[in-house]
């Protein structure tokens, strides 16, 4: 039996395969639109063929696929979703485009231009009913169903596709929002219906308010992606367990994340810390940074000692979207993305990108824009002959003739220079997307490797690591699947959250104890459904706290069993130490009080054991393939070139050199060497200027 993971990018469908005998083999499609399970088949039909079964017989063989998509995700930020209604308690209906002051955060503070914030649902379609309950969960005035018929009818008259009921205080009691979401599914009929305690059971309302609407949102079209995908694997002839990748780095049922479509934002790349923690942990490295290229964006994880950081503080364009997500910071820049010249004459990179149609202008389907690719290719970094294993053939002539028309000449470069020019560039902004997540945090780059994935990510990680001199840098030989390699570490299972907020000094023991022992009650009866037994699941307890006064809580660990009232003592020393190791100070005179209490409920990953590569020696010239004209530091170069399919465990390769893989392709740049490990996977280290080895 095999396990199969799909990573639904906005270039390429990834798709990977662990077979039983421990090999992996990655496969990739251009992403299809409109409809992404078109690109989705196409990949999987790939793998059948290499495998010489019919699609039928590989799938029947799969007892495990996990999937990641980017379908949530682009369709808030390309605003298609649904016409969306809100039934919410009466006075409240402003909540959403109030939400505390903000102006549109991609706009400066200080632009006095900026535009009001457009909300999703508009406010016409947000409609108010009598109820109201309080913040502890007492019913102050009970639900007007009459008032909630009125404003379902309404809604249908005006023909929403979607509705989300929120509530005051729902996190609280639920009841309310329970009855009303009946009432207005009987007169929508088949209108995607959501409700704000399912989705963010916590405290604070426009945030929760605002995830909501967002998951109503997209929650038709995500809806009608993954019941024609699981209907069309299905009848394909796949009788193992389908699951999804989340934003909080699980995996779950297509069941369970239909009625809550918000946890698939950020799907795949949520991913790829997890990956990167695994192989940076294997070449003894525990401060890592993530970073995978693609064809359209980067993703940029940071991990210290062995953590992956997760952040309920997320904005996704301009809508706050509070659920519990893998932090991993996202910037347009990929091999596809188009080079050009702003208004004042100065070279720019992104964020628009050529996608996979009609792709870059060497992709000969009709660009003419030119792309990271093409000056990938001008350079001699990326082969003509052998782009994806040879099955996209690049066209030289048209991306030396759109980076010439384009860029070179009107900068009076040649195309060499221009070519060298738009890689500069993008590498630069990389290198600066990569310390906004480490270096502004209080990170030294110095201290940390970076494991690059993605298909473009190996050809450019070399020159953002000289850029921000980071010795280290670990390509893995899935590089080109990161992302869906990060799904095989990815645990099964789902998290959970209270609000309740309460002063350290005065805490009500019963009270958490009652708290955690509903939460990991509700948990067994998810592991039932997952088709797991509830003991072999694994619970970790965690509360967030703050100092009275602050905005922002600090997350931190609690012990299971029965508490105590040290225990609690211990959870707050521990507030005051993770406070200090986050900000560089703490505040043990101020107050302490509680806010959310949580509890992360996973059952063991399936354990997967990877193939080795025999030993070689350093000498890898049994795997040189050819020699390339490849320009390094404005200066031509004859560069060997070689199959990564050929190298052995420990050889080594000093750069200036080239490794051609099926699905990517690695550049040594001068100042580098590299050593292949037992996995295959490249060791790049930089002799940094001060350095004396």
Known sequence: MSRICIDVGGTFTDCLVLDSDGNLHQFKAPTTYPDPSVGFMNAVEKAATAYQQSLEEFLGDVELLIHGTTLATNTLINQNGAKTGMITTKGFRDILEIRRGYKNVRE???????????????????????????????????????????????????????????????????????????????????VYVATSHEILPVWREWERFSTAAVSAYIGPAVKRYLRAL????????????????????????????????????????????????????????????????????????HIQKGEVPTTSDAWVQDERVAIKMVDVHTAGAGGGSIAW????????????????????????????????????????????????????????????????????????????????????????????????????????????????GGGAGPVHVPFIAEQLAIPNVVIPSVAATYSA??????????NYARSHIMR??????????????????????????????AKDGVYSRTAELRYIGQ??????????????????EEVVENFHQRHEALYTFNMRW?????????????????????????????????????????????????????????????????????????????????RFSCTVDHRRNYLLTQKLPNSKT
């Open 108 to 190: 400066s503070m200080y632009n006095v231009f900026v535009p009001p914030y457009d909300p999703l649902i508009p406010r016409f379609l947000r409609t108010e009913v009598e109820e109201r309950v309080l913040f502890n969960g007492e019913v102050h005035t009970e639900l007007n169903e009459g008032d909630v018929k009125a404003a379902a009818l309404r809604l249908k008259d005006e023909g929403v596709e979607s509705l989300v009921v929120c509530f005051l205080h729902s996190y609280a009691n639920s009841d309310h929002e329970k009855r009303a979401a009946e009432i207005a599914q009987e007169i929508l009929d088949d």
């Open 230 to 301: 699981e209907t069309r694997i299905n009848e394909a002839g796949f009788k193992g367990k389908l699951l999804l990748m989340l934003s909080d780095g699980l995996v779950e049922t297509i069941d369970y994340c239909i009625p809550r479509v918000v946890y698939l934002i950020n799907s795949g790349p949520a991913a790829a810390p997890t990956g990167a923690r695994s192989l940076g942990q294997e070449a003894g490295f525990d401060n890592l940074i993530s970073f995978d290229m693609g064809g359209t964006s980067i993703d940029i994880g």
């Open 341 to 452: 010249i702003d208004s004042l004459g100065l070279l720019r990179v992104g964020p628009q990108s050529a996608g996979s149609e009609p792709g870059p202008a060497c992709y000969d389907k009709g660009g003419v824009e030119p792309t990271v690719t093409d000056a990938d290719l001008v350079l001699g970094y990326v082969p003509a002959d052998f782009f994806l294993g040879g099955e996209i053939p690049l066209n030289a002539e048209r991306a030396e003739e759109a980076v010439a028309t384009r860029i070179a000449e009107p900068l009076g470069m040649s195309t060499p220079e221009a070519a060298q020019a738009i890689l500069t560039t993008v590498a630069a902004f990389m290198a600066d997307q990569i310390t906004e997540v480490s270096t502004r945090r209080g990170y030294d780059l110095r201290d940390m490797a970076i494991v690059a």
């Open 485 to 494: 390699f990060g799904m095989f570490a990815m645990d099964i299972g789902r």
């Open 504 to 533: 350290a000094e005065n805490i009500d023991l019963d009270i958490v104890r009652r708290l955690y022992k509903e939460m990991e009650s509700e948990a067994s009866g998810g592991f039932a459904e997952l088709q797991v037994a």
């Open 551 to 568: 905005f922002h809580e600090v997350e931190v660990d609690v012990p299971s069993g029965s508490l105590t009232t040290k225990n609690l």
């Open 590 to 670: 101020r107050g302490v009080e509680f806010l959310n209490f949580r509890v992360r409920a996973t059952m063991p990953k399936a354990p997967f054991n990877l193939s080795s590569v025999a030993e070689g020696g350093p000498d890898a010239s049994a795997a040189l393939k050819r020699q390339r004209q490849c320009w390094f530091g404005g200066k031509q170069v004859d560069t060997p070139i070689y199959d990564g399919q050929k190298l052995l465990s420990g050889n080594q390769i000093v750069g200036p050199a080239i490794i051609e893989e099926t699905t990517t392709t690695v550049v040594i740049p001068p």
